[in-house]
């Protein structure tokens, strides 16, 4: 009761508003059709005012036709129904404001003044409508539904397709004999997938039809098995003027890379005012390639949609929801004219639109013409498509009710309605509407489903011009409930006019064994997969086999790989087992003639033990690649991981400890003082540090292998198709070990750097130098091939090979040169240095088992001079012959003496040069020959100091000799030999300058055990010495050789080692002179007296005057004194305890010192 108070109120409220609207409408008419039971049906008699929410022009099809197809259909109903049902029919405008004010007048006319059961004498007014039909667009649709179902009043559709009224929930009132959106969406999307168009833009009308339709499509495209992609979509409004529709062409035609197929989810008007914007840009460029396109049901086979505009539809396809040609219509309609057809009020204004008359005009009116009624309706005739679903909706309607008449109402025969159904309830009638099922007259099944929707079913149209669209296919639902497309053979024309199908992609699939890579919308790049690889087109991307499994080929699946290995009796197996094998014979072969030439120079030259050290480590890494390229197993993988790293670091090891003792040699000869003997310098020392050093790298390799065991394993990636057993290990736990052996390696050739500059005689360094520069090389390529290698055992074996090559080919080839080719360069004399050493005064390692000399207090003599020669270890004797000698022999010799004294007291061998020295040419030519004679393998060496201070004692020597023999003197004579004396002291001072701040290796003495001992301090303070005192000696040998008698000769002492056996190992016999052999066999004996390393003043370099005093020669010995020596007597005790301890290790060498206070005195 409430309910029914609370619809009243609102009724009379709806009332007052609609009278006020209506009113102001002058064209708000009905045509009534009344009846037992009135329905309603809401139909666009006038086109929409474009901009307005007016009624424009008549619309024939659309409103016309429908009409009258409803007053038909319901004429034919009243044939079959026991009761009669009327129709009320009112025109929607197409809009949805005035669809509003005539649901309002509908649902006024049917509600009573009052209530009947309450107020006497209540009348009611005409039957109310118990549901309505239409209205046609749906928008609309859902504006009226929404008032509709406020009064529970059924509402059924014939044209409304959008797939916001299958819900339910919001429209419980609603349902409808055409097919939702979402299966039009479904038909295009079907069309596009048959045609191979991939790649679309859509435009779309701005409301519900047109947006609900696209969001349906778009949906669609989400699905991976669509394989259909938007590229651009654009909405446009139905009313909008040209210009609008020209931008959303050109947008389209802007598109980079442009779709072909455009879908347009648009109705009628939208689609003609599409095809007028591409007229006129055709226009302005004739060559412009047009669209394909695809209109939905808005246009389906309209023909004012394609007017004047065939040129640019032709081609086109468009879908229309099956709705067969109602044969039945046309004699009705064509038999309709204003005299004899007045129940339609719109008719009398359609007939005077069509045939642009006037059935009404004024006598004076003589232009406009007047419509006679006899027009024909022919002319121009099209029948509107839906007007079998208005059939099917009215139908729906009339068995609804014939079936609730049939359940309420009993009596049989009776025409008119019972109690029970003078009131429907809309509710029930709702029921009773969505549970009908009926076949019609064109063989299509009706019937609903939940949500109110009928079976899909539309036709696919192709308009191939002059207004005639052919049948390309259809829609539908089959027996078994699913939805297919079926195109018919019939040929197909396209936007160009022809039957070639166009292509409509951004990007042609993938072949095989490729993927997608998106990249912009609906487009790709195809990737291609590794050989390794297959595709996985649901997630377009490339995937590994698993391991053992390789690609078939289709490249989507993979299948098992066979089991193999890597035979050794591959060729390039077989290679590395050959180099292999000739290495180590050459390694034998290389110990052999070691052990077979042991004692001899080149063999001991090289500390014998480290090398034998070192080739067992080369023929191990030589041995290792019989266990590398061995059919793999827990055995040979141990092998192969453990063997080489060790094997390599017993060579690397051996030579860092030899380039670390050579370096630290001559670290040591370098010091001006020696302040600590070097230790670890003997061969059990090498040898102990060697393997320490291989010690370290076999920890290394024990930790490595209990952390990951070796093992044998398979690799699907040794060979492209094969399952391949190899010695399978992490890249840490096979590079670890090596990482000790680039140490060695880079250490070594640190040291190999700085020991590059050694004299040529003693070329092991550099040869040492040549091996690392060599193996870094190598190493530095096995690292990159390595880890890009697919055979990684090979690589290695051929890198291990090659690295023990080079340490065998430059360590120690030319040492087997040397002693199969050339035996007689293996001699001692070959393996000492011969361009710089240093001159030595007796016998250096006595020297070095002594004190330091210290000079920590400041004096003169601080300073010490190390003077070099360009030979061995010189000492210079001017020997005095006895007269029988003087008479017997035309000219004097000078003899020079050469030795090389080692630090274990060995002197090696020298050669003595005979001076004989007549002219200062002469003297020239014998000291270049000396320079460049002497040792084998000694090069010329270009005039130095050194080279000055021999060709001075030459001239010395022979000039002196030869003033005694000629028996005169010239001061000329006097004059050059004083020069050529000072000219000697300033070269051994520049000398000195050079020696004391170069980097360059001065000396390098090698001992047979191969121990070098530099030691200096003694070598300095004797340079020291001879820099001040060498001066006097010549000055006075210069004197007394010009006052001597031919019979006299005079001799000038100097500190002369003690000569050894070993002198005739390195110089061949010569005859000795009759002084020589008549000579006593003591020493030369050296003026000393304390003190005298300190007091001498430097001797003037002018000629010494005839005011000078002369020394007496006494005969049988010459005791010299310089002339201008001053003696200090203010030595302090430390500089007494200084020279005793010079005079003892001047003692210790064998050379007895003489002091001056003692000798006898000229």
Not at 134 to 143: D, F, R
Not at 305 to 325: C, D, L, M, Q, Y
Not at 489 to 495: A, E, G
Not at 683 to 702: E, K, R, Y
Request: hydrophobic residues 35%.
């Amino acid at each position: 009761m409430l309910y029914s108070h609370v619809t009243l109120l609102m009724l009379r409220v709806v009332d007052v508003i609609s009278k006020t609207t209506v009113q102001q409408s002058a064209r708000m008419l009905v045509a009534e059709f009344p009846g037992d039971i009135q329905i309603g049906a809401l139909f666009p008699m006038h086109r929409q005012i474009a901009g307005a929410e007016g009624c424009g022009a008549i619309w024939e099809q659309y409103g016309i036709q429908r009409a009258e197809m409803a007053v038909l259909t319901v004429q034919e109903l009243n044939k079959h129904l026991p009761f009669r049902l009327g129709i009320s029919i009112r025109d929607s405008c197409w809009t949805e404001r005035i669809a509003m004010e005539q649901t309002i007048a509908f649902l006024r006319e049917g509600v009573t003044q009052c209530s009947c059961c309450q107020t006497a004498g209540c009348q009611k007014k005409a039957n109310p409508v118990v549901a309505i039909v239409g209205p046609a667009k749906s928008s609309t649709t859902i504006a009226v539904q929404n008032l509709l179902q406020v009064f529970r009043i059924p509402q059924i559709g014939y044209a409304a397709t959008t797939t916001d009224l299958s819900d339910k929930e919001q429209f419980g009132y609603y349902l409808r004999v055409v097919p939702s959106d979402a299966w039009q969406a479904r038909a295009i999307n079907q069309l596009l997938r048959h045609f191979n168009w991939t790649y679309i833009a859509v435009v779309y009308s701005a409301g519900n039809y047109g947006e609900k339709g696209f969001e349906a499509l778009e949906r669609l495209t989400h699905d991976p098995h669509v394989e259909v992609c938007i590229a651009h979509a654009q909405k446009v409004k139905s009313l909008a003027n040209d210009k609008e529709f020209e931008e959303v062409l050109k947008s389209l035609f802007n598109l980079k890379p442009r779709p072909q197929v455009v879908v347009c989810f648009c109705e009628g008007l939208s689609m003609r005012k599409l095809f007028n914007a591409q007229k006129k840009m055709r226009m302005n460029d004739p060559l412009l390639r047009t669209f394909q396109w695809i209109g939905s049901d808005g246009w389906a086979d309209r023909l004012d949609v394609v007017e004047n505009v065939e040129e640019e539809a032709a081609g086109s396809f468009s879908i229309r929801i099956h709705s067969p040609k109602v044969e039945s219509f046309e004699p009705h309609y064509f038999s309709l004219n204003p005299i004899n057809h007045t129940k339609n009020p719109w008719f009398r204004e359609f007939w005077q639109q069509k045939f642009k008359c006037q059935l009404t005009v004024p006598k004076d009116d003589t232009v406009t013409p007047v419509c006679t009624g006899k027009e024909n309706l022919t002319l121009g005739y099209e029948q509107d498509p839906k007007l079998s679903q208005v059939i099917n909706a009215i139908r729906v309607v009339g068995f609804a009710l014939k079936a609730m008449y049939n359940d309420k109402c009993k009596k049989d025969n009776a025409r008119v309605l019972c109690p029970e159904m003078e009131t429907v309830n809309g509710t029930l009638l709702y029921r009773y509407m969505i549970n009908v099922t009926f076949v019609d007259q064109f063989q299509q099944e009706i019937s609903f489903d939940k949500n109110g929707d009928p079976p899909a079913w539309y036709d696919i149209l192709n308009y191939v011009g002059k207004d005639v669209f052919r049948l390309a296919g259809d829609f539908r639902q089959t027996r078994g409930g699913t939805h297919i497309l079926r195109m018919s053979d019939q040929p197909k024309m396209f936007y160009d006019k022809s039957s070639v199908l166009p292509e409509s992609v951004c990007s042609k699939p993938c072949s095989k064994g490729q993927r997608q890579r998106q990249t912009t919308a609906c487009c790709w790049i195809c990737e291609a997969c590794t050989e390794t690889q297959i595709v996985n087109y649901t997630t377009n991307k490339c995937q590994n086999c698993p391991l053992g499994y390789w690609p078939a080929d289709n490249r989507t699946s993979c299948f098992p790989l066979p089991h193999l290995y890597q035979p050794i009796t591959t060729p390039s197996s077989m290679l590395a087992l050959i180099f292999a094998s000739i290495g180590i014979l050459c390694t034998t072969l290389v110990i052999v003639l070691f052990l077979m030439h042991n004692a001899t120079p080149v063999v001991k030259s090289t500390t014998r033990e480290l090398s034998y050290i070192i080739l067992g480590g080369i023929c191990a890494c030589y041995a290792s690649t019989f266990f590398i390229v061995s059919k793999p197993s827990f055995i040979t993988c141990f092998v192969s991981r453990t063997w080489p790293p060790i094997s390599f670091a017993i060579v690397y090891s051996a030579l860092l400890t030899k380039t670390n003792r050579i370096a630290r040699i001559l670290a040591g000869s370098k010091k001006r003082i020696l302040t600590k003997k070097p230790r670890f310098l003997t061969t059990s020392s090498q040898v102990v540090i060697t393997w320490t050093l291989v010690g370290i790298q076999c920890v290394i390799v024990a930790v490595g292998v209990l952390e990951e065991m070796p093992q044998a394993g398979f690799d699907s990636h040794f060979m492209p198709n094969q399952m391949v057993l190899i010695c399978s290990s992490s890249t840490v736990a096979f590079m670890a070990p090596f990482i000790w052996n680039f140490l060695l390696i880079l250490f070594c050739t640190l040291y190999a750097f700085k020991t590059r500059n050694l004299p040529e005689n003693f070329n092991e360094a550099k040869f040492i130098g040549f091996t690392m520069y060599c193996t870094l090389v190598v190493w530095a390529a096995f690292v990159v091939l390595y880890f890009n290698a697919i055979n990684k055992a090979l690589t290695m074996s051929y890198t291990f090979s090659i690295s023990a090559t080079i340490a065998l080919a430059l360590l120690f080839f030319p040492k087997i040169f040397i002693i199969l080719l050339h035996p007689e360069k293996n001699v001692r004399s070959s393996y000492t240095t011969t361009k710089l050493i240093r001159c030595h005064f007796g016998n250096s390692q006595a020297m070095s088992d002594s004190k330091h000399f210290s000079s920590g207090k400041t004096r003169t003599s601080s300073q010490s001079i190390s003077i070099s020669c360009p030979t061995r270890t010189a000492s210079l004797r001017v020997a005095r012959d006895n007269q029988d000698s003087t008479k017997s022999a035309g000219s004097t010799t000078g003899a020079l003496n050469t030795s090389n004294n080692t630090s274990t007291g060995n002197a090696t061998g020298g050669a003595n040069h005979q001076l004989h020295t007549h002219s200062p040419q002469r003297h020239r030519d014998v000291a270049s020959q000396t320079d460049q004679s002497g040792l084998t393998g000694s090069t010329a060496q270009t005039p130095s100091a050194s080279s000055r201070f021999m060709r001075t004692f030459s001239v010395m020597g022979g000039g002196g000799i030869a003033g005694a023999t000629n028996g005169s003197e010239t001061p000329s004579r006097r004059k050059t030999l004083d020069d050529d004396v000072l000219q000697l002291i300033d070269s051994c001072r520049r000398y000195q300058d050079e020696r004391l701040h170069s980097h360059q290796i001065q000396n390098f003495l090698l001992e047979e055990e191969g121990i070098l001992e530099e030691e200096e301090h003694v070598t300095q303070l004797l340079a020291g010495t001879i820099e001040k005192g060498m001066r006097t000696m010549l000055s006075t040998v210069s004197k007394t050789a010009s006052i001597a008698t031919p019979k006299m000769s005079t001799a000038i002492p100097v500190v002369v080692p003690p000569s050894t056996g070993s002198d005739k190992e390195c110089t061949p016999p010569r005859k000795r002179s009759q002084h020589e052999s008549s000579s006593s066999g003591g020493l030369p004996v050296l003026p000393w007296r304390k003190g005298s390393m300190r007091g001498i003043r430097k001797p003037s370099r002018q000629q010494p005057t005839p005011s000078e005093h002369i020394p007496a020669i006494k005969e049988g010995e010459v005791t010299v004194e310089p002339p201008s020596v001053t003696v200090t007597n203010d030595t302090n005790a430390a500089e007494k305890q200084d020279d005793e301890r010079f005079e003892k290790l001047l003692r210790s060498k064998g050379v007895q010192p003489v002091h001056l206070s003692n000798a006898t005195q000229l």
